[in-house]
């Protein structure tokens, strides 16, 4: 290359750089370096300028792509060498040092660049950082500079000068350079520029506010790295700790600090002023963001950054403690997690992560004791640390121990105060985060154990601290303290009452009194105050429910009424009479209503108020309106759950706890009831008619649901469940809280599972199994349920509710319901990793309704799994169930067949919670319908014989099953009988939704225990006495009171057993005993039935139903053909039962001409014969006897009992309509004076016909008691001279007439009194006068009087529609009868025993009837003196 050639570049304006570029294209040899060099600097001291050459220094041609992109850029090394000649050389010429004319030219260079800059406009925003271009010419001659200062050309400090003399404020971004280049570190500008301090802060909030165009992504990348590494620098500098630092470390470590705090307080400031510029929240977000620990821990060490964070939060913590104490108990609710500004909870956890919850706490409790805080800062600092640390409540929980406990060892109200504060702020939080401050209050307070409770001294510090809290306390907390005080020695109570009387005093200076205070307060202290008109709208709901449960006004409804009437009237009533559609059929809350009017309660104008605004009602629910936010919350709350959907995914446990807070409060607003604290568990009622859910409800409800199947979608495309993050536990464990959420969402779940299932798709079937799993899990938290109509009388948990919408009555039921439970029981194995995991992941219920129904449905499934198999299964991954249920490609048949043999679902069928006993097997099998069951006739009938005969017969009884026994098997099979049968009966549903029994497997399970028990019968088992050893335990376990409705449970269970009776066959309720080669019939368990069951619930009373009579008879000949001699054995039989069994002889004279045929027909075909056995055609023969007396004729009297034959009279009067002539006249034959059997036979005829009279009067719509009564009266013509009659009315003394009393219930036994003294009433002057003359008429009478005025007194008597028969009017007349029957009596009438006896009860029931019988029965003394004195 020749010089002449480099000239005539140059004049053709060719840049160095295409210069130097072409020459080194030729790769010239290491000889011409030299050469080279030369012809360049002849170049440049000939035409090149200073500044020129500084700028294309680094500069790439643009005609010349190829070789920028390949890196071939000209070596630094040789510019730097040309530039430092050329610089030498001019600053030679110009007679200054070369290090001042570089800095010169290097500054204009810069400053060219920075004007540069500052003329590019982007709208109206000013740019604050350089652009790509300008920044590559930045760093160009930086590195140019860089190679000067190598060449000792540069000098750095004179360069910083000059710098700062031109550059008030420099810029951010060129410092960042000049530092990364090593031309000026930071460290050194901090030491040497007075001044850092002010334009360094500027500097970062202006990088910081400042926002880059959204195409630069080069431009983003160099501000946080310019800001990552300043703060690393002042982190570095302001808090490295060096053994003995010097005067001007410590300098240094103070500006830096100082830096730090200014910029951390600029952030504090615009939290705080809530500024709405979105550059101020775009500089605090990003100044936030370099409190990252992965960012700053590049530069410092741990401890330096642990050093940091700490002042960091300390500062936080104290800045501007303006607040006082006061300040905070009155605003802490709004400084809840999901209220505080987002950006200051995300400062508190990046400044958080590096630490362990204990540090923190720790650290927390040491600022409160050494600083005055800022007392927002602090408590919405523990709001965060709870939201995204889970662990910390335990480690609160402690914490706040030790604050007590060093309260009241040096009585410091400080501690005291804290841990009021943070006890609140925790409980703010709500019961999934922590607990509540009621239970926190019980919890410290509220035993004797506790901290104030060791002395006086100690109480008077704790009731001196909660007084003083008076005045600033919000309402609800006053209200747990009243309502939950802590714990008072008795002898102190008057300093606890003290302050409960200035807490009322404060809470009616709020206008909420304690008249406001609800009769069910909700006490929680969670959130501001509630409102009292939601408080009276809550204790109407609660009331409701009791009445609903008890049928009764709950005792504190009454008491309202009386003692809190200004809140009865003014806001109890408006809230219950609050006007809506009324139904058609009372409901529970009418009933209420009316109850209420009955008592007098409510008042009459507000009642006919409150019917005419009923009237006008034309729409019964109205959308909930809120005016706590001005978005729309539900708008809001979908917002929220979509990115709680993206934060399933990618976000951390952190991020998800803290949406899930936020989601909690939307909420809260859109379903502002508040969580229920009251003592106990809260029981939520879930109407499964109509679900009282207004639409908005509904809506928001539908929104959650579906956000969470297509977060479990999203979740497991990633992970299975047992994979997953806590995300969904977590999601539904926030929705517990609020219990008027939770039963909208119960009613929700309830009308998809019961209704409209069929519009369910394979994802909500996923989605929603795995909600309902969770939703189980957390029942620990969660409220019972008490269904309305109620199901069941006492509330159950969420889980047996929702278990009860899944029905399996119809094929499609049993089809959803496993689909259902296939999915959730896969859910939750998969979810737990071990045994015990799955417990608590698997719902008992949903599992045992896949063992009832994977069998029935899948034949396959009815063996067991072979030991192979099970020991295969248990190598199996976790996760195979659930990849079976999200394979699209498979049926739930074949998912539930994997299902049934996975090692997991075989082992928690080895828990005893969860096997299906066979008692649940055959209620579940019960509730099917015949006509659309899965499982034709044949099938079904298959299904069921292996089910009882293979699978719960020789499944031990522990596991659920009989363990063997086939009584067991079949008394659990009549149990369940009953069961169903009872249900219809006892069901509050309305007609139209019980399911009938002739359309359930009812005949077919009645099919099965025939089956069963005729092979217990061929196998010689006592058959009978097994039979009423059932029958005995089920009404022994009914009667468990004397209540009415125990008695209606024990007749309906009667009816019931009758019911079942009639389908076994007859013969087994004969006992046939073998004795020494001799066949008996054995009856005893049969008359035993009768006499104390059968007899009670006879109707009418005293006569069994012509069925059950036939079918006792029809068994008693059946088991006679097994003896040798039949015919002996039921006459020898027949005469036990008449002596035995009284009600069975009377009710087989009544049916006799409708049972002969019958028995007779029955014996032929056993015996051949055609006549009856003797004892039977006995009952002929009375029956011609009757007859024939009725009609006027005389025949001689069968050898009959007195009893039958007064059956057979009886009979056959009634038979004839009560023909008063045919029965004097058969009474005339029948003289009692003649012959004591006919006296006996007449007894017992008054007997029937005084039942007669008793049944007409208590049920006149089926008989007149005027024939009944006039039948009595002839039979008392007769016997008015004997005593005998007076024994049927005496049933506690013994005679021969007290087999009566085995005749008719019990209850109709103690009405007999009253019958007798109704009696009296109707008979004549002269009848009444030859009964008084009879011997023991007195004393029968006076006892009789006695017990009817007992029963008067003791409850309810019964009640007729004849004047003349009420208790009241008959006890009156018997009365005055009885005064005058007194003063006509001699005193031998009574004995001295009888007489002392009658005037020890007369006494206490009637003082004047015993003064009668004193005065007049009385014997005369025979010593008058003696009783002068």
């Known amino acids: 290359m020749s010089l002449n050639a480099t000239c005539e570049s140059v004049s053709q304006k060719r840049t160095l750089s295409s210069l130097l570029a072409g020459r080194e294209l030729k790769r010239p040899k290491q000889t011409d370096v030299q050469r080279l060099q030369e012809a360049a600097i002849q170049l440049l001291e000939q035409q090149q300028n200073l ?75 000013k740019r604050e950082m350089l652009t790509s271009s300008h920044r590559a010419q930045l760093c160009a001659l930086l590195a140019s500079s860089r190679e000067l200062q190598s060449q000792g050309a540069i000098c750095p400090k004179l360069l910083w000068q000059e710098y700062r003399r031109d550059q008030r404020l420099p810029k951010l971004e060129v410092v960042y350079h000049l530092h990364f280049y090593n031309i000026l570190n930071l460290k050194y500008i901090l030491e040497n520029d007075e001044e850092v301090r002010s334009w360094l802060v500027s500097q970062l909030k202006v990088v910081c506010g400042w926002r880059p165009p959204q195409e630069e992504e080069e431009t983003k990348q160099v501000q946080q790295k310019v800001l990552t590494t300043v703060v690393g620098v002042l982190v570095g500098a302001g808090f490295e700790l060096s053994p003995a630092p010097a005067a001007a470390g410590r300098r240094i470590s103070l500006l830096c600090c100082s830096v730090l705090d200014d910029m951390l307080f600029w952030l504090l400031d615009a ?36 050093r940091f964070f700490t002042h960091s939060l300390t500062q936080t913590l104290t800045y501007k403690p303006r607040l006082k104490v006061s300040d905070a108990i009155s605003l802490q609710n709004e400084w809840t997690f999901a209220k505080a500004d987002p950006s200051l909870t995300s400062l508190f956890r990046q400044l958080a992560v590096i630490f362990s919850v204990e540090q923190l ?108 809290l008076v005045p600033f306390e919000p309402p609800q907390y006053l209200k747990v303290h009243i309502l939950h005080p802590p714990y008072v020695p008795v002898k102190h109570r008057s300093l606890l009452m003290e302050y409960i009387s200035l807490a009322k005093t404060r809470l009616a200076d709020l206008k909420e009194s304690v008249e406001d205070m609800g009769l069910y307060e909700d006490v929680s202290g969670a959130g501001a105050s509630v409102q009292p008109q939601c408080q009276a709208a809550q204790d109407v709901e609660k009331a409701v429910s009791l009445f609903e449960s008890t ?208 519009s369910l798709n394979a994802a909500h079937v996923l989605g929603l199994a795995a909600f309902l799993v969770h939703l189980c899990a957390s029942v620990s938290h969660s409220p019972l349920v008490q269904l309305v109509p109620p199901v069941r009388l006492e509330p159950v948990p969420v889980e047996e509710a929702l278990s009860s919408a899944l029905s399996c009555s119809t094929h499609t039921n049993m089809f959803f319901c496993a689909r259902l439970c296939v999915a959730a029981v896969c859910y939750g194995i998969c979810r737990g990793d071990s045994l015990p995991l799955q417990q608590d992941c698997v719902p008992r219920s949903l599992y045992k309704k896949l063992l009832y129904l994977i069998p029935r449905l899948l034949p396959e499934a009815r063996g067991t799994v072979p030991d192979a198999e099970l020991s295969e299964q248990l190598e199996e991954n976790l996760s195979g169930p659930w990849s079976s249920i999200t394979d699209s490609n498979n049926t739930w048949r074949k998912t539930a067949w994997h299902l049934w043999r996975h090692a997991g679902f075989q082992q928690l069928g080895q828990i ?171 009856c005893n368990k049969l008359l035993e039935h009768i006499n104390q069951h059968q007899r009670q619930v006879c109707s009418p009373a005293g006569l069994l139903s012509c069925q059950i009579t036939s079918h006792f008879l029809r068994g008693l ?128 005829l008054l007997f029937l016909c005084v039942n007669d009279y008793l049944t007409a009067l208590l049920y006149p719509q089926e008989r007149s008691s005027d024939e009944a009564s006039s039948f009595c009266t002839e039979l008392l013509a007769v016997l008015a001279d004997s005593s005998d009659w007076l024994s049927i009315f005496k049933s506690s003394e013994p005679s021969i007439y007290q087999s009566v009393t085995m005749v008719t219930s019990d209850d109709f036994t103690k009405l007999m009194p009253w019958a007798f003294c109704s009696l009296l009433l109707l008979q004549s002057a002269e009848l009444l006068q030859r009964a008084v003359r009879c011997s023991g008429f007195l004393h029968a009478a006076i006892v009789c009087y006695l017990s009817v005025l007992q029963l008067f007194l003791e409850g309810p008597t019964p009640s007729t529609e004849s004047s003349k028969a009420e208790p009241s009017h008959v006890l009156s007349c018997t009365k005055q009868f009885l005064l005058r029957a007194v003063l006509q009596t001699s005193p031998t009438a009574l004995s001295a025993g009888q007489l002392r006896q009658l005037e020890s009860q007369c006494a206490e029931l009637d003082p004047e009837l015993a003064a009668a019988l004193s005065v007049q029965l009385e014997p005369p003394s025979l010593s008058p003196e003696m009783d002068f004195l």
């Open 271 to 306: 939290v705080d002023e809530s500024l709405t510029l979105q550059s101020a929240a775009a500089g605090a977000e990003r100044w936030i963001q370099i409190f990252d620990a992965s960012l700053c821990g590049v530069s410092v060490s741990a401890e330096v950054l642990q």
């Open 551 to 758: 049928g009764r006004i709950s005792a504190t409804v009454m008491e309202a009424s009386i003692f809190r009437r200004p809140y009865f009237l003014t806001r109890f009533l408006p809230a219950l009479l609050a006007p809506r559609v009324l139904p058609v059929k009372a409901d529970a809350r009418m009933s209420f209503i009316e109850a209420l009017k009955k008592a007098d309660k409510i008042p009459a104008a507000q009642y006919s108020s409150y019917m005419e605004s009923c009237q006008k009602q034309r729409q019964q629910n109205q959308s909930a309106t809120c005016s706590d936010s001005s978005d729309d919350p539900p708008e809001v709350l979908r917002i929220q759950l979509q990115e709680f959907a993206k934060l399933v995914v990618d976000g951390s446990d952190g991020d998800v706890s803290a949406q899930l807070s936020r989601i909690s409060h939307t909420l809260s607003v859109i379903f502002p009831g508040r969580p229920d604290d009251l003592i106990g568990q809260t029981v939520v009622r879930l109407h499964t008619d109509a679900p009282p859910s207004s639409e908005l409800h509904v809506t928001v409800v539908n929104m959650i649901l579906r956000n969470f199947c297509q977060c479990l979608l999203d979740a497991s495309q990633a992970n299975p469940p047992n994979k997953q993050s806590p995300w969904a536990s977590r999601f539904v464990g926030a929705l517990l809280g609020n219990t008027q959420l939770l039963c909208s969402l119960l009613h929700r779940l309830w009308d998809l599972f019961h209704n409209q299932w069929p």
């Open 1117 to 1244: 000949l059946g088991a006679s053909v097994r003896c040798a001699r039949p015919g002996e054995a039921v006459n020898k039989a027949w005469s036990q039962i008449s002596g035995c069994c009284p009600l069975l002889l009377v009710s087989t004279v009544h049916w006799w001409q409708r049972l002969r045929p019958v028995l007779l027909s029955v014996w032929r075909r056993l015996c051949g014969e055609e006549s009856l056995p003797e004892q039977l055609q006995l009952l002929t023969d009375c029956q011609h006897w009757a007859c024939s007396l009725e009609e006027g004729q005389l025949l001689q009297m069968p050898p009959a009992a007195a009893l039958l034959l007064a059956g057979s009279l009886h009979r056959a009067w009634r038979r004839c309509e009560g023909n008063k002539q045919s029965f004097r006249a058969a009474l005339n034959f029948l003289q009692p004076e003649r012959d004591s059997k006919h006296r006996q036979v007449l007894v017992f």
């Open 361 to 468: 706490l720790h650290h927390l409790q040491q600022v409160l004791e050494t600083h005055e805080v800022n007392w927002k800062h602090v408590l919405c600092f523990l709001s965060t640390l709870l939201v995204y640390y889970h662990c910390a409540q335990p480690s609160l929980k402690e914490l706040l121990s030790r604050m007590l406990s060093a309260a009241f060892e040096s009585y410091d109200l400080e501690n005291l105060i804290t841990a009021f504060l943070l006890a609140r702020q925790a409980g703010l939080e709500g019961p999934g985060v922590f607990s509540s401050y009621s239970d926190w209050f019980k919890m410290a307070f509220g035993g004797g154990s506790s901290c104030h409770a060791n002395s006086k001294k100690s109480l008077v510090f704790l009731l001196k601290f909660l007084s003083d």
């Open 912 to 1082: 005893p919670q969860y096997q299906l006993s066979f008692s649940e097997w055959l209620a579940d099998e019960l509730r099917v319908q015949r006509s659309e069951d899965a499982l034709p006739d044949a099938e079904r009938q298959e299904y069921q014989r292996w089910a009882c005969m293979e699978l719960y017969l020789t499944r031990p009884e522990e596991q659920g099953g009989c363990g063997g026994d086939m009584k067991n098997l079949c008394a659990q099979l009549l149990n369940a009988i009953m069961d169903q049968q009872l249900s219809s009966w006892q069901s509050p549903e309305a007609p139209q939704r019980r399911e009938p029994a002739r359309g359930t497997c009812l005949p077919d399970i009645m099919s099965r225990l025939q089956e069963l028990v005729c092979e217990m019968e061929v196998s010689r088992a006592d058959v009978c006495d097994f039979l009423f050893e059932v029958l005995f335990r089920r009404c022994s376990s009914t009667v468990t009171s004397q209540s009415i409705s125990a008695e209606v449970s024990l007749q309906h269970t009667l009816h019931t057993w009758n019911r079942v009776l009639l389908a076994l066959p007859a013969v087994l309720l004969i006992k046939v005993n073998t004795e020494g080669g001799r066949t008996t019939l054995g």
């Open 51 to 125: 500044c020129s050459l500084f700028r294309e220094v680094g500069q790439p041609d643009p005609l010349n792509l190829s070789s920028c992109q390949n890196g071939e850029m000209v070596s630094s090394t040789i510019t730097g060498s040309l530039l430092a000649s050329e610089l030498r050389r001019q600053a030679a010429q110009l007679g200054v040092s070369v290090a001042v004319l570089s800095v010169k030219t290097v500054l204009e260079r810069l400053k060219e660049i920075a004007e540069e800059t500052t003329d590019w406009k982007e709208g109206e925003q």
